[in-house]
C-alpha cells in the first residue's frame, strides 16, 4: 500500500485546517521521507494561492512557498543519495 496519496490528502487538509507551523513542518517531512515527492509543489503553490502575498516583481517570487518546495526538492536529490550510499557502506 502507498501512502503517498494518503499524505497528500492529509497536508491538502492541514493547509485548510491546521496553523502554518504544522503544515510546513509536515510538508518538510513529506519532502524528506518520500522520494521525489514532487507533489511538494503543488502543495506550495496551494499555500501561495490561500495565504500568500502579491507579488509585485519577479525578486518577491523567490520567496513564495512553490518555489521553496521545489528548491527543496532539489536540495534534498543529492542529499538523498548521499544517504544512500553511505548506508550501504
Known sequence: MSY?????I????SIFFLPYWFYISALVVAMAAFP???E???LGLLIDVLYGE???????FLF??????LAGLLILLPLRARLRSHASH
Open 54 to 60: 502579491r507579488i509585485d516583481s519577479f525578486s518577491a
Open 40 to 42: 511538494s509543489i503543488l
Open 36 to 38: 521525489l515527492y514532487w
Open 4 to 8: 503517498r496519496p494518503i499524505t497528500t
Open 10 to 13: 492529509l497536508l491538502v487538509v
Open 64 to 69: 513564495s512557498a512553490g518555489f521553496l518546495a
